[in-house]
């Protein structure tokens, strides 16, 4: 599952989002003026996206 919120509303409420994302293991879209831009993942997705890297040779 993925969680969308405003840069403005990240920078806010940045530890609440933090503590979301530890806890669930949700993703956070980040968007500014409505369009995404960034992604908030948790470790555990970050080191599987790394480990796709790596097997295909992008790491």
């Known amino acids: 599952m993925h969680v969308r919120t405003s840069s403005?509303?990240?920078r806010e409420n940045w530890r609440a989002f933090l503590d979301?994302?530890?806890?669930?293991?949700d993703r956070l879209v980040v968007t500014?003026?409505?369009q995404p831009?960034?992604?908030l993942?948790?470790?555990g997705?970050?080191?599987?996206?790394e480990a796709a890297e790596e097997?295909?040779?992008?790491?």
Request: proline share 0%.
């Open 20 to 25: 979301h994302i530890t806890a669930t293991d």
């Open 32 to 34: 500014r003026h409505g």
């Open 8 to 10: 403005r509303k990240l």
């Open 45 to 49: 997705d970050l080191q599987v996206l």
């Open 41 to 43: 993942v948790s470790m």
């Open 55 to 59: 097997g295909r040779g992008d790491g």
């Open 37 to 39: 831009v960034a992604a």
